[in-house]
């Protein structure tokens, strides 16, 4: 198994453009997440799909940002417009439900950039 | 929500040396407690992980206990080599239906 993959892995963008951050959970894992990673904030949950149903949208900063599952092999992270402090690290991570209490396995990231 | 708190930010140890990171959680139905490492520039990855019916578990040099009742729970790394320098993340969740909430990550430098 490849295992998550996310793309792209660095993206520079000026402030006011959208981006689009991609990522494909394994085969069989019916749990999405998006993860924000900074410095002063550490790990942030973002929000995370069930089924490719949104279960928990709350860590979602503001209206910029959206996210979708369209299937089960897909998912895309999108922020409109950009600002600089949008910059961080975003993870995709994603797991499955069966059997219960099982790791999270995480892709290897986009590292946005925006300036 | 489930608040997961970990001490220390940073962590010097000398080789060979042990090293201790502890971590509360808020919420008492959480049941999953696992850790992760994370070296520079790549992506978390599991390195042990424990569930709420069990106390201790260990693999090799590493180890993690789990207190219930007091909501802590913690990674010990005996004989530190340098390559476990890396930042180390606790997390807890309930069952299946819930996220990982992340502590904010230890630091560890392992000095030769």
């Known amino acids: 198994d490849a295992g998550v993959i996310q793309s792209p892995r660095h993206e520079v963008t000026e402030m006011g453009q959208e981006v689009t951050l991609r990522c494909k959970p394994i085969s069989g894992h019916d749990y999405l997440f998006w993860y924000r990673q900074t410095m002063m904030r550490g790990l942030e949950l973002l929000i995370y799909?069930?089924?490719?149903?949104?279960?928990?949208d709350s860590g979602m900063p503001e209206d910029r940002f959206s996210a979708k599952m369209p299937n089960a092999s897909f998912s895309t992270l999108k922020i409109q417009p950009s600002e600089p402090r949008d910059s961080a690290v975003y993870f995709c991570?994603?797991?499955?439900?069966?059997?219960?209490?099982?790791?999270?396995?995480f892709g290897q990231g986009t590292r946005l950039t925006v300036v | 929500g489930e608040n997961v708190e970990q001490h220390p930010s940073t962590l010097s140890v000398q080789e060979g040396d042990s090293a201790v990171i502890k971590c509360t959680y808020s919420?008492?139905?959480?049941?999953?407690f696992p850790w992760y490492k994370q070296e520079l520039g790549k992506r978390p990855q599991l390195i042990i992980d424990?569930?709420?019916?069990?106390g201790e578990k260990k693999d090799q040099r590493i180890a993690v206990t789990l207190n219930k009742t007091a909501k802590h729970f913690s990674l010990h790394i005996t004989e530190t080599q340098p390559e476990d320098s890396a930042v180390y993340f606790c997390?807890?969740?309930?069952?299946?239906?819930?996220?990982?909430?992340f502590g904010k990550g230890t630091s560890l430098l392992v000095t030769p």
């Open positions: 997390a807890a969740r309930r069952l299946s239906g819930y996220a990982l909430n």
């Open positions: 919420d008492s139905a959480s049941n999953y």
């Open positions: 424990i569930r709420s019916n069990v």
């Open positions: 991570a994603s797991s499955r439900s069966t059997p219960p209490l099982t790791e999270a396995f």
């Open positions: 799909f069930n089924n490719n149903v949104p279960i928990d």
